[in-house]
């Protein structure tokens, strides 16, 4: 009870789009908690209103034993009171204050020096913001957040404005400065791997409300329903139907083919058939012995490179996509069109219910 | 050259100015980040004085300002004085005639500072005020300094209300511009062409050291 933010919010924008979101996060357990999503979930809205920027229209957020926002209680407290650290998406450095004066500007007694010292920022101290690269603003903005000693710790997609290159240099330097910061922290991303990589606990959010809160590993391994897995990035979602139980397996059917899977949620009915690209392989040889339970002969629909992986389409009798190295299609010589068989484990298919 | 006049002006256009610094910046940042529905009103209230005839202005603030009405009356029980055709009734009159002139180009300059920046400061528990101190004032500061400039250079000029509210006596209510019209009346040509000539340089310097700053003001500080 006493280490955790609690909140339930209600807001409708002037667009239409409706948020009604439920939330709950265990401080104690999470040192940073991921708010994912697609983009036009509400992620920032909701973090707005928990930092006090947003007025919702009802609800009520609750931090350890503080009551932030109860209007029954007519209770609604300022940001400053809040004192809860926000990050803006591009930083939003003061644009006439140096660097050492943005983060000295709310800072609590020695603890500006000490934060400019650890954040490797005092080089830059004289400096104007505008004079520093993105992943440089970030440290800053970090640092003058964690100066004023906040009691949480707001982070709006805060690798976003930085290009790819210094996003993955500073997405291992970032978990590393949360972690030092004595606040906990709430971080919104709609990038996966983000989330995998920055998170302890997540929370999905899709159309304005939270589907899935949990562990980031539980999360990604089982999404509670076919939304939350199509934004966790299950390349693979597949409306199928349980027809049967064979050896303690489900078997299930996706249009013409079949395929057997652990843990299934019920024992017959309508389900979804959760897999993700990463653990589909490819053999051209259908007859080769392997572990895997399910072999479905399909054809190459195309083959797109993505950076080191390649992502392959495939056509067996319901659309599949495989996610293989970029060497792995080389050495395969992978050609649309071609026949070819996709492997998949029977503890790699994930089943929802419909 | 009528030193008297030109000082006259000189400590009105100050005094107009530093008096506006004081009252037009709140409505300014009012005007900028009010949510209020009827904010147009307030604007256009404060705007009039850009389209209402001079006399027109004088006229009402003369009404305003006269003894037997509630301002007037205070005032005399206050100070023992009047008014109209004082010193004091001509500063009240250039407050009101120049507040368009520092209340547009700050209220512009409030509103274009990213609000963002505001939320920051909130966010790491500075308050309000402080944050407008800190924040805001520095950023708008060229949309300040041109409020500040349009005003001083407006009350230098100013002839219509001058004429309805203080009247033409010499070192209390005789402005350069009022000045320049009674040489005119004269016929006294030279001394006439004499101070045009010493204002209109005034006018110009004031203005060009103004737009050289805030030159130096955007370069320092690009808002994108």
């Known amino acids: 009870m006493a280490h955790e933010l609690t909140c339930w919010l209600r807001k409708r924008l002037p667009s239409g789009f409706e948020l009604d979101a439920g939330l709950r996060v265990p401080l104690a357990e999470s040192p940073v908690t991921v708010l994912f999503g697609p983009s036009g979930a509400g992620k920032t809205t909701l973090l707005r209103m928990i930092a006090?920027?947003?007025?919702?229209?009802?609800?009520?957020?609750?931090?350890?034993?503080?009551?932030?926002?109860?209007?029954?209680?007519?209770?609604?407290?300022?940001?400053?009171?809040?004192?809860?650290?926000?990050?803006?998406?591009?930083?939003?450095?003061?644009?006439?204050?140096?660097?050492?004066?943005?983060?000295l500007y709310a800072a609590r007694r020695g603890k500006g020096r000490e934060l400019l010292a650890a954040f490797g920022v005092e080089e830059w101290a004289g400096r104007k913001p505008r004079a520093l690269s993105g992943g440089q603003q970030q440290r800053v903005a970090l640092a003058r957040a964690l100066a004023a000693e906040p009691a949480l710790l707001l982070l709006d997609e805060p690798?976003?404005?930085?290009?790819?290159?210094?996003?993955?240099?500073?997405?291992?330097?970032?978990?590393?400065?949360?972690?030092?910061?004595?606040?906990?922290?709430?971080?919104?991303?709609?990038?996966?791997?983000?989330?995998?990589?920055?998170?302890?606990?997540?929370?999905?959010?899709?159309?304005?409300?939270?589907?899935?809160?949990?562990?980031?590993?539980?999360?990604?391994?089982?999404?509670?329903?076919?939304?939350?897995?199509?934004?966790?990035?299950?390349e693979n979602v597949l409306p199928a139907e349980i027809v049967g139980q064979e050896d303690g397996l489900a078997i299930v059917q996706v249009e013409t083919a079949r395929l057997q899977c652990a843990f299934p949620p019920a024992p017959r009915g309508p389900v979804w058939a959760c897999i993700r690209a990463e653990d589909v392989t490819l053999t051209r040889d259908a007859a080769q012995p392997?572990?895997?339970?399910?072999?479905?002969?399909?054809?190459?629909?195309?083959?797109?490179?993505?950076?080191?992986?390649?992502?392959?389409?495939?056509?067996?009798?319901?659309?599949?996509?495989?996610?293989?190295?970029?060497?792995?299609?080389?050495?395969?010589?992978?050609?649309?069109?071609?026949?070819?068989?996709?492997?998949?484990?029977?503890?790699?298919?994930?089943?929802?219910?419909? | 050259m009528d030193w008297q006049a030109i000082w006259l002006s000189l400590r009105l256009a100050a005094a107009t100015t530093l008096i506006?610094?004081?009252?037009?910046?709140?409505?300014?940042?009012?005007?900028?980040?009010?949510?209020?529905?009827?904010?147009?009103?307030?604007?256009?209230?404060?705007?009039?004085?850009?389209?209402?005839?001079?006399?027109?202005?004088?006229?009402?603030?003369?009404?305003?300002?006269?003894?037997?009405?509630?301002?007037?009356?205070?005032?005399?029980?206050?100070?023992?004085?009047?008014?109209?055709?004082?010193?004091?009734g001509l500063l009240l009159a250039s407050v009101l005639y120049s507040l368009p002139f520092m209340t547009q180009p700050a209220?512009?300059?409030?509103?274009?500072?990213?609000?963002?920046?505001l939320e920051a400061s909130w966010c790491l528990g500075i308050s309000r005020a402080e944050t407008f101190r800190r924040v805001t004032i520095p950023l708008a500061l060229p949309g300040i300094v041109t409020g500040a400039v349009l005003s001083f250079a407006h009350t230098m000029g100013e002839f219509g209300v001058v004429l309805m509210v203080g009247g033409n006596i010499s070192g209390a209510t005789r402005t350069v511009s009022i000045s320049i019209y009674d040489q005119v009346q004269r016929l006294e040509y030279a001394a006439a062409a004499e101070t045009s000539v010493f204002l209109l340089a005034i006018s110009f310097s004031v203005l060009a050291l103004t737009y050289a700053l805030q030159r130096r003001f955007w370069s320092l500080w690009p808002m994108s």
């Open chain 2, 20 to 88: 506006l610094l004081a009252a037009a910046l709140p409505i300014a940042y009012w005007l900028a980040f009010s949510p209020r529905r009827w904010k147009f009103l307030v604007q256009a209230v404060v705007a009039l004085p850009l389209v209402l005839p001079p006399t027109v202005l004088g006229f009402y603030v003369l009404l305003a300002i006269g003894p037997r009405s509630p301002v007037g009356a205070l005032y005399a029980r206050l100070t023992g004085g009047i008014l109209p055709f004082s010193f004091q």
């Open chain 1, 290 to 354: 392997s572990s895997a339970r399910n072999r479905l002969p399909g054809r190459v629909k195309s083959v797109t490179p993505e950076g080191p992986l390649a992502r392959v389409e495939l056509d067996c009798g319901f659309p599949l996509v495989a996610m293989i190295t970029a060497r792995s299609a080389a050495e395969m010589t992978l050609r649309e069109g071609e026949p070819i068989c996709a492997v998949v484990k029977a503890t790699a298919v994930h089943l929802v219910g419909g």
């Open chain 1, 52 to 103: 006090g920027l947003e007025r919702p229209d009802a609800g009520e957020i609750r931090f350890r034993e503080e009551v932030w926002y109860d209007p029954t209680r007519a209770v609604n407290l300022a940001p400053q009171q809040r004192r809860a650290g926000f990050l803006f998406q591009d930083y939003a450095l003061f644009p006439h204050l140096t660097v050492e004066q943005n983060v």
């Open chain 1, 159 to 234: 690798l976003s404005a930085l290009d790819a290159a210094a996003r993955a240099r500073t997405r291992h330097d970032l978990r590393r400065l949360l972690l030092s910061g004595a606040a906990p922290a709430i971080l919104v991303t709609h990038d996966r791997l983000e989330a995998m990589t920055l998170g302890d606990w997540m929370a999905v959010m899709v159309d304005g409300t939270i589907r899935q809160t949990g562990p980031v590993r539980d999360v990604f391994r089982r999404p509670a329903d076919a939304q939350v897995a199509e934004s966790v990035g299950m």
């Open chain 2, 107 to 117: 209220a512009a300059a409030f509103a274009a500072v990213d609000r963002k920046l």
